[in-house]
């Protein structure tokens, strides 16, 4: 803030202050969770797609662009509406400072829109011919239909540094202990796996059998091995002070106490037993309900992960 300013020198002299309270909050936690959605579909579909043919899963060709368009425009419509002067975005591109995470993040997360975009565009037009007849772009994605593979080993490479890249800018946050970047980096990848087998599971009714074991298969060990990490940090955090008092805020009684468990239960235990249950059995009603938790439960962690480190007081 402005202490005051010397007329004849034109100079001003400011005063530091600790900004006080959560500056990162629902935004932000928004931006995490719908970035590991659109990141996680694609991550999450490559396999099934190497795994299965694609006529076992008809619908997976155009609704994993699909998805990960949408949710990775709602990540960059919430990073560009917390910024206080959304323009300097601009300066990323114009004037890019390649040493900065945030730079390395804004190119690679841009250039793998632009790439689902035109997989959803053929993905598309391949899935609806009737409309693609209509369509300007149809003798060009037919004539062209090995576009598609060419174009996603790129985006399935893209896909992994997109959904880590926030771990990088967490972990050089100065006096944050708790988002350390080698736990964050496997946090925020276990959180691709859990949210991309979750929305692709929403919308797999017509797969085969086989690909919904697959899936169940890879949220109830993303589910199990994000909640192991959680509970190793919770209950192992004694090695750094900071950590350890931050950690005040879920432990017994803490503000964020509630939160933290019914995240935990919600989004990783049930899922866990819900998925397998679901694996065994092949019900799809149950494994929807199991992808459902799990979406809501990643965003109740992910929002107690983000706050609790912002009010341990620096000074």
Known sequence: MVEHGISATHAVVTMDAALPGIIWGWMITLNMWAKSVGTGVV???????????????????????????????IFLLFTLTDLHQPYRMINIF??????????VGAWMASLFTGLITLMMVIGGLDAFPDVARHNSLAKTAREHSDLYEKVFPFVVFLAIPVTLYTAIIMAE???????????????????????????????????SKEARQDLALILSMAVFFSFMMYMGEYFFSFKSAEAEATLEYVHSGGEYNVQFWLAMVLGFVAPFFLGLSARKDDNKTLLRFAAILALVGLYLAKDVWLKIPQMLPLS
Do not use: C
């Open 94 to 103: 114009l004037h890019p400072n390649w040493t900065s995470a945030i730079t």
């Open 43 to 73: 991550l999450i579909g490559a396999y099934l797609l190497y795994r299965h043919k694609k006529e076992e899963m008809p619908n997976l060709r155009w609704m994993m662009p699909l998805l990960s368009f949408i949710f990775l425009n």
């Open 173 to 207: 946050s100065s006096a944050r202990e708790l988002w350390q970047a080698p736990t964050e980096l496997m946090q925020m990848l276990l959180a691709a796996f859990m949210a991309g087998s979750a929305a692709l599971i929403l919308v797999s009714d017509a797969w």
